[in-house]
Every structure is written in C-alpha cells, then in structure tokens.
C-alpha cells in the first residue's frame, strides 16, 4: 500500500527548516557587522546597533604624543565666492622665501598696432610697437616691510611726431617706473610708503597699468596739455609718467572701506635766483615740498592695495567714490609767491549684473599752474562704461573725455574784446569706445579701440584706432 503523505512528509519539512536556521544563525554575525560598518559613500544605517562584547575591553595605552607639524602649506584655503565670469585661474609667481624675506619676478607685455591721425594734417600714422615692456620685483622682508620695483621700455620703437618729436623709430630709453619701499607702521591699519611712486591723485591714476578696463589711462589723468605729455613739475623728455619722489601715510579705516592717503613730494624745485642790486642770490631749490591728498570711501568690499584696479572683473564688488587734492607753494622768491593746485573727484562701481559685470568709471579734474608752473587752469571730465558679457567673455566699452579750457580775447590790450579760443591752449572732445576680450582675465587679454578727438582750434578731427595684446605676470 503506498504510504499516506502526511507521515513522511513532516519530517522532511521540519529537517528543511532546521537547516535553514542554521545557516542563518551562522550567517547573523555578519550581516549584523556589515550594518553597523557604512560604504564609502553613504552614512551609518539607522537601524544600526553596535554589538555588545561578553566583557569589557581592556584599556588601551596612551600613545606618546607626535611631534608639532607646521601645516601652513598643508591646509587648503578657505574656498570664497568665485567670479561671476568663469576665467581661467589667474596666473600668480609663487614668491621665493629665504630666510625671513620674500621675492617675485613678473612682466608686463604690451603689444600693440595703431593707426593715428592728426588735427593739422591728412592721413594716418601707422605704428607696430611696445606700448609697455616691463619687468617687476617685488616682495616682503620679514613680516614689516614690503617693497616694489619695477622699469619701463615705454612706446618702444613708436613713431609719433605730435608726442615724442621723433623723425624716425622712437627708443625713448630705460626707465625706473616705480621703486618704493613700504613699512607697516601699524600692521594692516597704517602703512608708509617711501619712494618714486605715484602720488594719491585720480582713481585712473592709481590704477595698474596691467589692470585697466579701457586700453589705457584716460588722455587727460596725466595729460596737462594736448600737445604732449611732458611732466610739468620739470622733468625732461620721455619720463616716467606722473611719478614722483616722496613719502606718503596710507590709512586704512574699517578694513579698508576708509582709505586716506596723504604726502609729500618733491615736485617743481626753483632754480637759482640771481644776484641783484638789493642783495645776495637766492639758492636754489629751497622752496616747499609738493604736497597732495586723497579720501576714498568704499560701500561694498575694499581696496586696500597700493595700486587699484579699472575691473576686478567679478572678484569684487565695488562702489567707491573719492576725492584728492594736490598743491604745491613758491615761497622761495622775495617777490609775490606762486601757487600750483589740483583738484578733483571720481567714482567707480564695478558689479555683477545678470550673467556679466557692469563697470562705470567718471572722473573729473580741474588744475591751475598759477605764476609757479606753465599750466593754465583748465578742466576735464572723463568716463567709461562698459559691459562684460560673461558666458563669451566680452567687454563693449564706450569712452567720453571733455577738456574745457578757457578763452582768450582777441587783443588783451583792448578791454572787452572778443573771446576766442586759445590756440596754446585749445578745448578738446574725445569719445569712442572698442571691445575687451578677456580669456585669460587680466593676465592676457586682447582690447581694439576707436577713437575720434575733435579740437577746437584745429583744420579738422582726426580718429585713433588701436589694437592691443597684453600678457602680464605677477
């Protein structure tokens, strides 16, 4: 008789089952240590209990304590808000440290072609040349002192005739640029600066050569004539443009939100004064040193370096506006003495807007040479304002400059007599404007500008077109 299912079948299920719990009592260890350990990537389970050991562990002996490492190189610094445009990491010189000190080498390349015309006569003067070739040194001894040095090749094989009277390819020579050194007088609070430097005028003046936002300066922060740019406190020829030798207190309120800068400077020395019939000569040079001046207020961040810059292009934001004064006094004659004064203000906002930055720069100077120096009073308005297009890197920028001189009469000996313009001294309206093309941000850009000058006195306008590549390394 076959056998009835249900007799053999129960001990085979209860057989089946028993095993099954014996392979997962043998497999619980495991999966209770793999709860309790997470994967590289995830955290802890919830549910995750850690196992009770049958006796407590004995105590683990100190170690003996490791030796100090200095983590200054080690830990990465902390990450900050990046540009808003997406340029490649700017290009920085490690500097070389020895001893207490610190030193960095750096250039700045200035390539450029320009086709310029002129008021008095017909066709355009075309030029290949350097409009910038420069080597930097700068760097730190100890924690105190700072020092910068730098020389110029300005204009390097340019044909200009209107600015250096040169018949031929210019090499105006050598010069030392910049050459100061720094003490902080009161850390991060008070600094001096000793040196040929610029003086605290403009913001466009105080601005990096290799920083601006335009393809240079504005023709009238140095310029104090539209015939040249000859230094008017009597420097001769081809000059470092606007420097001078002094010494000047920076002072840096609020972080630097209040900056004020104040010093003095060598400016124009008098010469020898003759002997004459009432008494001995007077020496020379013995008048008052050059004084100037500067408050800057920033609303957003600071600009608490020596230099400042046209664009931060997105690693600042920056609202700033200032003032500054400059003046210097004749009080070495027997006669009436004279007096040389400067003024002027400037505001600058450079800002993330939508997928780019807006930059606005407006200046204004005013200057009066008195009886001291050859400078009539005149006044200039200048500006820029421009848009940089982050996603393609693209700067559209237009550029306004106004100098206003005062008119003249017909013949000074007739009283009331026409006023006509100056033809020493004419008015002159610049406007224009080109593209930035920044790739590599300020360490290699390329920039192409239009320019059209109208002057007053003059047998027609005349255009300037320039097109520049920069590579600077510092």
Do not use: C
């Amino acid at each position: 008789m076959p056998p009835s299912p249900g007799k053999n079948s129960l001990p085979k299920a209860l057989a089946s089952r028993l095993a099954s719990l014996a392979v997962a009592g043998l497999l619980l260890p495991g999966l209770r240590a793999y709860a309790q350990t997470p994967d590289s990537g995830g955290e802890p389970g919830e549910d995750a209990r850690p196992e009770k050991p049958d006796k407590p562990a004995k105590a683990a002996v100190p170690a003996a304590p490791a030796e100090p490492v200095d983590t200054t190189f080690t830990e990465p610094p902390v990450a900050e808000a990046g540009p808003y445009v997406p340029f490649a990491p700017p290009v920085v010189p490690r500097p070389i440290e020895y001893s207490g000190a610190t030193i960095q080498f750096g250039i700045l390349a200035q390539p450029q072609f320009e086709m310029a015309g002129g008021t008095d006569s017909d066709g355009m003067t075309k030029n290949l040349f350097l409009r910038r070739a420069r080597f930097m040194v700068g760097g730190t001894v100890y924690k105190y002192f700072e020092y910068f040095f730098q020389v110029d090749f300005p204009n390097l094989f340019k044909l200009d005739l209107s600015d250096t009277m040169a018949t031929d390819k210019n090499a105006p020579g050598l010069n030392i640029q910049d050459f100061f050194v720094t003490v902080k007088a009161l850390g991060e609070l008070i600094k001096i600066d000793a040196g040929f430097m610029l003086p605290p005028l403009s913001h466009n003046t105080l601005e990096s050569a290799a920083k601006l936002y335009g393809n240079d300066y504005f023709a009238n922060s140095f310029r104090r004539n539209v015939f040249n740019v000859t230094d008017p406190f009597g420097s001769d020829g081809e000059s470092p443009v606007g420097r001078d030798t002094g010494v000047q207190a920076r002072v840096l309120v609020l972080n630097g939100h209040i900056n004020v800068r104040a010093g003095a400077f060598m400016g124009h020395r008098v010469r020898l004064v003759p002997v004459d019939a009432t008494g001995p000569s007077l020496i020379g040079g013995m008048n008052m040193f050059r004084l100037a001046g500067r408050l800057q207020i920033n609303l957003l961040d600071a600009e608490p370096g020596f230099f400042y810059q046209g664009t931060y292009l997105g690693t600042k934001k920056i609202v700033s506006f200032g003032g500054f004064y400059d003046f210097q006094q004749n009080t070495s004659t027997r006669e009436e003495s004279g007096k040389y004064q400067s003024w002027g203000g400037d505001l600058l906002v450079d800002l993330p807007l939508g997928p780019g930055i807006l930059t606005a720069q407006a200046n204004v100077v005013q200057w009066d040479g008195g009886t001291f120096l050859p400078l009539p009073k005149d006044r200039a308005y200048m500006g820029e304002l421009g848009y940089l297009i982050g996603p393609i890197k693209l700067s559209p920028i237009v550029r306004v400059e106004t100098l206003v001189a005062p008119l003249v009469p017909t013949d000074a000996t007739m009283p009331g007599s026409p006023l006509i313009a100056d033809p020493n001294n004419p008015s002159e309206i610049r406007y224009g404007g080109g593209l930035a093309f920044w790739p590599y941000g300020h360490n290699s850009n390329l920039k192409v500008f239009f320019t059209h000058v109208h002057r007053n006195i003059g047998l027609h306008d005349f255009s300037v077109i320039d097109a520049q590549w920069q590579v600077f390394y510092f």
